[in-house]
């Protein structure tokens, strides 16, 4: 079993930067590969960023592009999400996953664990 954590969410300003932390437990950590999600109130769970095993491939969706970086750290069992030019449509619960996988999924169902979220918003 693998536990998630996220942490690092909170109000920023539009054009800010927030980084997001996915705390993981330490055992089998660098055997899943990981993705962001983020959820609205009322709208389904959306794929944000997900990031290989290795860390040498990402994949983002195209609203995030260039704004946000996904990246891992197996020593500290953590998966992050840098989010810089925030803005207010970013707002929402973000959530880290992990997924047996060897390829980069953007669907939630693929996906066998999840964290609590964390929750991010962006003020005009």
């Known amino acids: 079993q693998l536990q998630l954590v996220e942490s690092g969410g909170g109000l920023v300003q539009a054009g800010g930067s927030l980084r997001l932390s996915c705390a993981a437990s330490a055992r089998t950590f660098s055997s899943y590969a990981m993705g962001w999600f983020r959820q609205a109130p009322g709208a389904e769970r959306k794929f944000v960023a997900a990031?290989?095993?290795?860390?040498?491939?990402?994949y983002y969706t195209d609203f995030v592009k260039g704004r946000f970086t996904i990246s891992r750290d197996d020593a500290k069992n953590t998966v992050y999400l840098q989010m810089n030019s925030l803005k207010p449509e970013d707002t929402a619960i973000y959530y880290c996953?992990?997924?047996?996988?060897?390829?980069?999924?953007?669907?939630?169902?693929?996906?066998?664990?999840w964290g609590q979220g964390t929750q991010v918003t962006v003020s005009s």
């Open positions: 990031v290989s095993r290795s860390g040498s491939r990402t």
């Open positions: 996953a992990a997924t047996n996988s060897r390829t980069l999924l953007s669907l939630p169902r693929f996906y066998d664990y």
